[in-house]
T-cell receptor
Framework: KAGVTQTPRYLIKTRGQQVTLSCSPISGHRSVSWYQQTPGQGLQFLFEYFSETQRNKGNFPGRFSGRQFSNSRSEMNVSTLELGDSALYLC?????????????FGPGTRLLVL | GENVEQHPSTLSVQEGDSAVIKCTYSDSASNYFPWYKQELGKGPQLIIDIRSNVGEKKDQRIAVTLNKTAKHFSLHITETQPEDSAVYFCAASTGRRALTFGSGTRLQVQP
């Protein structure tokens, strides 16, 4: 089975712009979660989608949003980019949204905001 | 919410030695504790996990122990090899809630 894929892998944007990142989960996985990884804050949970519905949400401002499509692929959007949004954005998928299931991570999208 | 503390932040060992990384968590409802290894330029990869009904789990050179009373769990790597060098993260979750990660341990195995 193919793993979690994320596109693009690298992105450079300027302050004030918006960006959309894409994640394709492992085939058969219906839950997709997004995390932000920075040297200072570590791995922080953004949100989780399951069956096209947001199930959980982390403590991030409304500039961060996401969605999930019927094929379980997910996108996250960050509007009005700030310098502090520079980070590695990781997507993770698992079979369903419940239980103690293994979550598999993609390679991430590295976003640099200038 | 859940809070996970991880120690040490860096760990240097000689090849062949053992390495131990410790984590504590705050939410007694947490029942799932995975460990991830992250190499440079890659996403975290699950190396082992443990559930609350188990006290210890082993997979070849890697083992994890869980003490629910004390709310701490540990990763043990024996016979370390240079390819074990990476950043290791512990995490905790109640299942339906998202994973809360520790701050990471950078393990360096000196040949």
């Amino acid at each position: 089975k193919a793993g979690v894929t994320q596109t693009p892998r690298y992105l450079i944007k300027t302050r004030g712009q918006q960006v959309t990142l894409s994640c394709s989960p492992i085939s058969g996985h219906r839950s997709v979660s997004w995390y932000q990884q920075t040297p200072g804050q570590g791995l922080q949970f953004l949100f989780e989608y399951f069956s096209e519905t947001q199930r959980n949400k982390g403590n991030f401002p409304g500039r961060f949003s996401g969605r999930q499509f019927s094929n379980s692929r997910s996108e996250m959007n960050v509007s009005t980019l700030e310098l502090g949004d520079s980070a590695l954005y990781l997507c993770a998928s698992k079979t369903s949204g419940t239980g103690q299931e293994t979550q598999y991570f993609g390679p991430g999208t590295r976003l640099l905001v200038l | 919410g859940e809070n996970v503390e991880q120690h040490p932040s860096t760990l240097s060992v000689q090849e062949g030695d053992s390495a131990v990384i410790k984590c504590t968590y705050s939410d007694s409802a947490s029942n799932y504790f995975p460990w991830y290894k992250q190499e440079l330029g890659k996403g975290p990869q699950l190396i082992i996990d443990i559930r609350s009904n188990v006290g210890e789990k082993k997979d070849q050179r890697i083992a994890v122990t869980l003490n629910k009373t004390a709310k701490h769990f540990s990763l043990h790597i024996t016979e370390t090899q240079p390819e074990d060098s990476a950043v290791y993260f512990c995490a905790a979750s109640t299942g339906r809630r998202a994973l809360t990660f520790g701050s990471g341990t950078r393990l360096q195995v000196q040949p």
